[in-house]
């Protein structure tokens, strides 16, 4: 019988039975075969001196072992095909052997020689396919066998079975773990490859047997972070998170110099705190000595300077935000936000929206990262708000994540957006995601508290609605608001106590009883008649609400004992018999403490302190909130809980580690069958150096000025083309490629020599001058190794500036030589800040011309940003007065306050600026170069000994929509004196603050500058009449949310405050408004009679956006008086009455 008609018999032979699914199986035979015919046919394919029939059998047997059926009893068959030479069978065999060689040890044992052959074998794959399938059986005895083999592969030729040794070696140590030290061997040497395709997989094994031995990684870190950008991708996932955790460990916090801010900004009290009352205790004086040491440390401490290494990893991970692969992406997003200076985590933000239009379950892993990034960088996210809006066809658990990534984003500027788009999320079918949309404006209303009434109308509307689920997440989120301010809203808990009837959902019925219960002093006639209702019910409610009818009724009892006594006896008689034990308890607890009788304890003194003691307002937090110990990206973060396997990010160390650990030592001795190209050896000793020539493009501009040791591009390129130059020389000898590299260490011998005599020769210059010009990149890194020169690391600014330029050509070196001249003269005839926009003009002349170079918002080069700030007012505001009849002439002196009633802020203080003091204040005047921006005049005082230099703006860290024109550069402030700018910003109609860095010759200071609502505005001039029909349309377009436009509060003026001149100086004072003048007779058709009591009204529009801002006070008898403030922008007109209120009543 041939195999191939046994095939065909095998075929049709099952059909006798009557159950398909064995007809389909050839192996099977039937369910009563007998034993000894069984899976003959296939026995004897095995057998056949055919590839192509062993192919088939072994297809078949496949095929089986993945539908479940028992196999065990061909291993004899096939494990005589694995020295067949057909490498397909050979393939399917180790995949059999795979599956079975556990149960059928002794027989796995027999072919342990067979897979040692392999080992041999001239063909990688197959060598690979042996040590893959010798790893693979879980058979203690040959333990010894496979140590030899991973070690021989680790050492093997073809990196493809170097990468299956390192996947063999997590199994290894799972059989037995005693193996550990011979492994971490192997690690080392594998840690050492070169090659990509090794260095994924042997990280992956040195996270699963060694993750604590970060020594190994010391020297071969910057190979890794190097080799990054070309592992494959699951490679770089796990090379990624290992790093990160390495970094940890190694660098010091790039962020701490936000603590240091903060810190700072404590400093300011404790030096205004000098004259404080001298009868302070001793222990005070002790604090308050600690508090000086501790200020001193902090003016003291060295600023931060981050690692070249710690910038090398954040600059070759930054690229793979690109990446196809969603978790490369969701690694280097953990990374930079594990790692990142603040000021460039907003990098990560677009890769994430990216992944976001991805397979829902990759959107909810990423939301889940989102969610808890945006608590802790809200900023990061905003520009992307839209990107969280929420679909209808989005699944219920993406809407719910999506809706807590709003709610983190929500802030006083886009409040308003984000309810406007809950309200429509509330008119949705999906039933648990409308209860979240509840939550989630409950949420937004504690959070920011000018909203807080406008959320609670809102939910109280919902109350209406005809869904009662709705209604009773509605009740449930307004216990928690109204906890808040329980006395202004006793309206909202009457119409709840009316709900009672119509509510069946148990947890809103609850919430309402305790809320009556909680503030029943609040409705006194309504909560008996409540508990009224309830007792009759009380047999056929839920338990959750039983306790809490029990719970009023004791409140009531305490509070109002004449008309519940009886009601309280009845519940407390019907709850002792109760099914519930709890309740039963309750009802005896209770009954003991607030009916006193002989036997009852002291506590029921107490009762009343015990029921009715003040509970604090519940805080809605995000679910989020403290997620962010797990590492992001990982199991446990997305559990909430600590998976197996996971590994702790550690914290950052104090202080930094010895950086020389990760420093190479070039190796002469080369294995024989590794001849290495002199292109690998340059590699190699690149690594070697403190600072690397990698290609910075992919870094952009948004490195921030931590990033101080980076290198300067020039040498960039000039390695590049040293590389490129190398690379086409595939494999030469051990001595060639040592004498070129000996070849190049004396070339760049000589570069150095000659630039640091080229530097030693244009010493006189200022370091603030002398920038080349060149090109814009020279440009940033020279800018960028400014704060190295302040903390005296003179070798490494030369080592810098020298390579910096060595790949510079000679015409340019020329140009800089005739720069210095023209700049030496230009020094020996201005030293003062006018003396900046002329250079600025030679700059420009360098760069090569284009239409787009031309700067048009550039201030023309005047003295205008040096002197009084009342020369401003000629040119804008005189086109603005034109054109206006105003039949009133009290309008001139109210419209723009007087420079000497202007509030100064302190920016620097002269301790922390280490003798340089800066004040700024709001001018109140147009900014000429861009009249959307508010101008703010900058006032630095130099109290030092010595003079400073070059005082610019660097790095402005701006909320989106946010802009900043700095004011020009002042090249010298000599000791002791004083200068005055001006500089613009664009607030974007928000009170954020602008945060920039403040630079000198020596050093950065970070500064923010949060501007009052008040000088948002700009004064606009408008007639009486104009006023109040402004003031209508405003009213007419209040849309759906009631009370957004128009804000009125009740008010008593102090006496010192109730004349009119009085009241126009300290609103105009609060903020930039100008006075409306009382219109006359003639300007009305019907002549208007006067009013009953003087209205003053002022004027103004936001500087952004130029929205409408009208102000009125009405000032009545006795020093009573009403504000009334209608904005188009809420926050800006909630935010303005409170700063007016105070104005006027303090």
Known sequence: MSASSAFNDEKGGSSNVGEPEYGHDPASGGIFSSDYKRHDDLKEMLDSNKDSLKLEAMKRIVAMIARGKNASDLFPAVVKNVACKNIEVKKLVYVYLVRYAEEQQDLALLSISTFQRGLKDPNQLIRASALRVLSSIRVTIIVPIMMLAIKEAASDMSPYVRKTAAHAIPKLYSLDPEQKDCLIEVIEKLLADKTTLVAGSVVMAFEEVCPERIDLIHKNYRKLCNLLIDVEEWGQVV???????????????????????????????????????????????????????????????????????????????????????????????????????????????????????????????????????????????????????????????????????????????????????????????????????????????????????????????????????????????????????????????????????????????????????????????????????????????????????????????????????????????????????????????????????????????????????????????????????????????????????????????????????????VKESVPEWTKCSSREKRKEKKADKPFYSDSEGESGPTESADSASDTASGSESGSGSEESGSGSESEESNEDSESASEEDEEEEGKKKKKNVEKIKARKPVPESESEPSSGEEVKKSEKKSKPRIGSSESESEEDEDSESESSESEEEESEEESEEETKKKKKTTASKPPSKPPKKENKKEKKEMSLLDFDDFDPAPSPSQVTPLNNFLSSSLVTDLEGLSLTDNVLSPTTIVPSGNLKTYELLHRITGEGLSVEYCFSRQPFSPDPHMVAVKIQFTNSATSEAKSLHVEDAKLQSGMRIKEFPEIEVLPAGETVSVVMGIDFCDSTQAANFQLCTHTRKFFVSIQPPVGELMMPIFMTENEFKKEQETLLQSLGQLMGMNEITEKLTLEEKCQGEHAVVQRVTTAANLSRVPCGSDKECSPPVPPPPFPIHRFAGKTVTSGSLVLVSVVTKEDGAAQLTVNCEKMVIGTMLVKDILQALTQ
């Open 239 to 665: 090379i990624i998170n290992m790093l990160t955790r390495y970094a940890r460990t190694q660098f010091l916090n790039p962020n701490m110099n936000e603590s240091l801010l903060e810190e700072g900004g404590g400093e300011k009290a404790f030096y205004g705190s000098d004259n404080d009352d001298d009868t302070d205790d001793e222990e005070d004086k002790e604090e308050k000595e600690k508090k000086k040491t501790e200020a001193t440390a902090i003016v003291k401490r060295k600023p931060y300077v981050m690692d070249p290494d710690h910038r090398l990893l954040l600059r070759n991970t930054k690229p793979l935000l690109q990446s196809r692969n969603a978790a490369v992406v969701m690694a280097v997003a953990q990374l930079y936000f594990h790692l990142a200076p603040k000021a460039e985590v907003g990098v990560i933000a677009k890769a994430l929206v990216r992944l976001m239009r991805s397979h829902s379950e990759v959107q909810y892993v990423v939301l889940q990262n989102v969610a808890t990034m945006s608590i802790k960088r809200r900023g990061m996210f905003e520009p992307y708000l839209k990107s969280f809006y929420i679909r209808s066809t989005d699944p219920t658990q993406i809407k719910v994540l999506k809706l807590e990534v709003l709610t983190n984003l929500a802030n006083e500027t886009n409040i308003s957006t984000i309810l406007r788009e809950f309200q429509t999320y509330i008119k949705s079918n999906d039933k648990d995601f409308v209860a979240a949309t509840i939550q989630a404006i409950g949420r937004c209303a504690t959070n920011i508290g000018e909203v807080r009434d406008t959320c609670l109308n809102g939910l109280v509307q919902l109350l209406s609605n005809r869904d009662e689920l709705v209604v009773a997440e509605s009740v449930v989120v307004i216990k928690k608001l109204l906890q808040m301010q329980p006395e202004q809203h006793s309206d909202i808990i009457k119409h709840m106590a009316k709900l009672t009837d119509n509510i069946q959902v148990p947890m809103a019925r609850a919430s309402i009883l305790w809320l009556i219960g909680e503030y029943c002093e609040h409705v006194p006639k309504i909560a008996p008649d409540v508990l009224r209702k309830m007792a009759k019910t009380f047999t056929n409610e839920e338990d959750i609400v039983k306790l809490q009818i029990i719970n009023l009724a004791a409140k009531l009892y305490l509070t109002n004992s004449k008309q519940t006594k009886l009601l309280t006896q009845y519940v407390l008689n019907l709850a002792k018999y109760d099914q519930n034990y709890d309740i039963r308890d309750r009802a005896r607890f209770i009954r003991q403490l607030i009916v006193p009788t002989d036997k009852s304890g002291a506590l029921s003194k107490y009762a009343k302190k015990l029921f009715l003691a003040l509970k604090p307002a519940p805080v809605l937090e995000s679910p989020f909130k403290d997620r962010d110990h797990f590492q992001l990206g990982s199991l446990s973060h997305l559990l909430n809980a600590k998976a197996g396997g996971y590994q702790v990010l550690p914290d950052w160390p104090e202080a930094a580690p010895d950086p020389s650990v990760r420093n190479v030592e």
